[in-house]
Structures are given as structure tokens and as C-alpha cells.
């Protein structure tokens, strides 16, 4: 009890301080008895900081926007197709990916914890991770949508995927308009996070101006 | 287990707290957790699923109040003391107070970028055939086990259609709790959202749970 009653004097932010020392504690005992080499964990660090992240999948997307060949593998087989621009590994074993269409929108949750796939889309973010998000994606995917900013017309199915196994699920957005004769590279800046978790769509050229105007 | 982690349906969370520009990682101690908890990995003696088994075992207070990585670090010091890579006192002290457990090749740098590519796919080959075929209906069981399951709550003793066939697929049920793999048939399952919550439901909206076979029945 007189943890608690301690604990009432620290304020706000009194766990995190807490939890660095133990963290800290933690790690240089696993280095001390030989199980971890500290070299390899920053290489870990800067490799899902710089390396993976959410512009492979949007390398992924942009392909399949302008190549028919690859739209259709991507389809059938999304860990080949995935892999074959570079992006395998852990969590992207089994990739499915869905295709949104003017019909139907789909959407990613893991429910139980926090299955996301990794090669594509790097580290989830917080929101995905958290309770909110977590428990209404699968009850009520519209007004989760809404909060997204995405107002789904009840014409349009909505598909919620539950990543209960080790399937992983990426969203693969419908093609903006106007996006004729653009570059691979050029489309690939219309593709993000949110829309290939499926709470968002890709960008319209419009907003893709808009973001880079300071 | 019936857990705090079990979350599809539930009220009262309040909104999506989204971060417009949102870094990998928001601490020092965020980027250790998730660096120790993967390079721990290769030498660990214990599946992917008794560690997320690991994690919805935090008791449900403190489950529902740390973050995300503070989560995988309860989780990890507890399979750590558990299978004796460490003791309570080494782990309260910070310093090694005995031997080290004997372990394979502990992850090296240089082999960060094939370890991370490297594939650990949850497919086995099988000479058996599906019990379920695609567009089929089905009804999940109502069961209620107090180990590591991926059967949710908010979709047992429901109605669905079988809408794809993964393959047979490692049983993380068992798998969780030292009793090997027994893979399974594994299958996206479609549920109506009228059929799950009822029909307050604007729109056209299905929910699509990855189910094994031994969570369904024919119906």
C-alpha cells in the first residue's frame, strides 16, 4: 500500500523514468550473460526505423496500379509478389492481399494482439496496437472509418479482416483519379499507411500538394 | 483464455487516438524492448505463441494499463525467469548472479538483415483434405479454453461461410503449451456483422476470422 500511496506524490510521467531504468537493467543483463550482442540490437533498431516501413508496401501498390502482370500475382500469391521487389521475412510469411474496389472497402484489425505485416508495412502504430481501435474495427468498422475521416456510402460492402493467425493482410487502395500518366515512383506518394491497413484510401493528387506545402 | 486481451465487441475505450506524424518508436527504452525481445529470439527455447500466450496473461488491470512495449517487456521478463534464462534476483539486481543457460548461436550483426528476411512460415505440408469446402456454412463452437486460443469470443457458436482455404497451418492452441504444433486446417471464415451483432447494422458488412477446423462444425 505504501507503493501506491508513494506513487500518488511522483505525477505524471513518474512509470516512464521507471520503466527506462528497468529496461536498462533488463538489457545489460542479457548482454552481461552473453545471450544478446549489443552490435546486433542497434542493427535491429535502424534496420525497422530506415529499412521497414510502409513506403515497401506502397512500392507494392504503385507496381500493381500499372503492372497487370504483377496486380494478378499480387492477388494469387502476395508474399511472392512481394518478395519479388525485396520485401520477405518475419511477419509476411503468409501475405494476403485484398483489393478495394468501388463495390468494397476492406480493412485490417488483429483483435487478440497486434498481428500486422511487417515486411510491407514496418512497425504498427500505437493506435492500431491500442484498445479503441482493437475493440470497434470489428462492430463498428463504419464509425471507425468515420473517425478516420472516411465516410463509406452504405452501397459500398465493407469487409473487416480479423488477423487471427498467421495470415497477414495488407489493403491494396483504389487508384486516385487523375493519376493517368504518373511514374511509379510518383504514384507510390499516393500510397499510405492508412491506406493499406484499409482506414484510409490513397491520396488524391490534391492532397498530395497540399501535404508537401509547408 | 476469456482475457482483457480478447477485445472485438467491446465498449467503453473511447476514440482512436491517431498521431498524425508518428515515429517507429517514442523512446530509448521502447527501441531496447523491441531489440532485446527480437534478438532474444534465435536462443529462445519457447514458441511465437507461448509468447503471445506470455503477453494476455498480464492480469487484466495492468494488462489494459501498460502501453504496447511495456507489455512485451512484462512479457518478456516473465518467459525469461520462467525458463531459467535468469533469476528474480538477477532480474531485480540487473547483474548475473550464476551461469549463463547454454544456447545456440546468439544473433550476431552482420546477421541482422538475413535473420529479419528470414522466413518462419506457420504452413506444413499434409497428405490430408480440408473437412470444410469454400462457400460452405459453418458454426463455430462454443468453447471457452483457459489456455491460448484464436478462436475470439465475439465469434463463437456463430454462423459463417467458408470464403478461402489457407492451408494446414501450425495449432497455436497447443502449440502455446509445450504440445507441439498438431497443424490444422486453417480457414478464412466470413461472418455477417448481422449475424455477429445483430441487425442494427447499416450497409453491407462481414467479418472475416482466420479460424482452425477443430474451432468448427458443419451447420
Known amino acids: ?214 | 483464455m476469456n482475457g482483457v486481451h480478447d477485445m472485438g465487441g467491446m465498449h467503453g475505450f473511447g476514440p482512436i487516438g491517431v498521431e498524425p506524424v508518428e515515429p517507429v518508436f517514442h523512446a530509448d527504452w521502447e527501441r531496447s524492448v523491441y531489440a532485446v525481445s527480437s534478438a532474444i529470439g534465435p536462443i529462445s527455447d519457447w514458441t511465437l505463441d507461448a509468447d503471445r500466450h506470455s503477453t494476455e496473461s498480464i492480469p487484466g488491470p495492468q494488462y489494459l494499463n501498460a502501453s504496447y512495449y511495456e507489455k512485451w517487456f512484462i512479457s518478456l521478463c516473465n518467459m525469461l525467469v520462467e525458463r531459467g534464462y535468469v533469476s528474480a534476483q538477477e532480474l531485480a539486481s540487473g547483474t548475473s548472479l550464476g551461469p549463463a543457460k547454454k544456447v545456440g548461436d546468439v544473433l550476431k550483426a552482420e546477421d541482422v538483415a538475413d535473420y529479419v528476411s528470414a522466413s518462419g512460415r506457420s504452413s506444413r505440408s499434409t497428405d490430408t483434405k480440408p473437412g470444410f469446402e469454400i462457400g460452405q456454412e459453418i458454426r463455430t463452437r462454443n468453447i471457452n479454453p483457459s489456455g491460448h486460443t484464436r478462436l475470439p469470443r465475439y465469434a463463437r457458436g456463430h454462423k459463417g461461410i467458408i470464403e478461402r482455404i489457407h492451408g494446414v497451418h501450425v495449432f497455436p492452441d497447443t502449440n502455446a503449451h509445450g504440445q507441439g504444433e498438431q497443424p490444422q486446417w486453417l480457414y478464412a471464415v466470413r461472418f455477417s456483422a448481422k449475424e455477429l451483432w445483430g441487425s442494427n447494422q447499416p450497409g453491407r458488412t462481414d467479418v472475416f476470422i482466420d479460424l482452425w477446423e477443430s474451432y468448427l462444425e458443419a451447420a
Open chain 1, 1 to 214: 500500500m505504501s507503493k501506491s500511496h508513494d506513487h500518488h506524490h511522483h505525477g505524471e510521467g513518474s512509470e516512464l523514468p521507471d520503466i527506462a531504468l528497468r529496461v536498462k537493467s533488463l538489457e545489460s543483463l542479457l548482454i552481461e550473460k552473453g545471450y544478446v550482442d549489443p552490435e546486433a540490437l542497434d542493427v535491429l533498431i535502424e534496420t525497422y526505423e530506415t529499412k521497414v516501413g510502409p513506403r515497401n508496401g506502397a512500392a507494392v501498390v504503385a507496381r500493381s496500379w500499372l503492372d497487370e502482370e504483377f496486380r494478378k500475382q499480387l492477388i494469387e500469391d502476395a508474399s511472392a509478389a512481394a518478395g519479388s521487389l525485396g520485401f520477405t521475412g518475419r511477419q509476411g510469411e503468409h501475405l494476403v492481399a485484398l483489393e478495394n474496389t468501388p463495390d468494397t472497402h476492406n480493412m485490417v484489425v488483429c483483435t487478440l494482439c497486434s498481428c500486422y505485416p511487417w515486411p510491407v508495412l514496418g512497425l504498427p502504430p500505437v493506435w492500431y496496437k491500442s484498445a479503441p481501435y482493437r475493440s470497434r474495427a470489428v462492430a463498428d468498422p463504419r464509425g471507425v472509418l468515420e473517425e478516420f475521416g472516411v465516410n463509406m456510402p452504405d452501397e459500398t460492402a465493407v469487409r473487416v479482416w480479423d488477423s487471427t493467425a498467421e495470415i497477414r493482410y495488407m489493403v491494396i487502395p483504389m487508384r486516385p483519379e487523375g493519376t493517368q500518366d504518373w511514374s511509379e515512383e510518383d504514384l507510390a506518394q499516393l500510397v499510405t499507411r492508412d491506406s493499406m491497413i484499409g482506414t484510409g484510401l490513397a491520396l488524391t493528387p490534391d492532397q498530395l500538394e497540399a501535404a508537401k506545402t509547408p
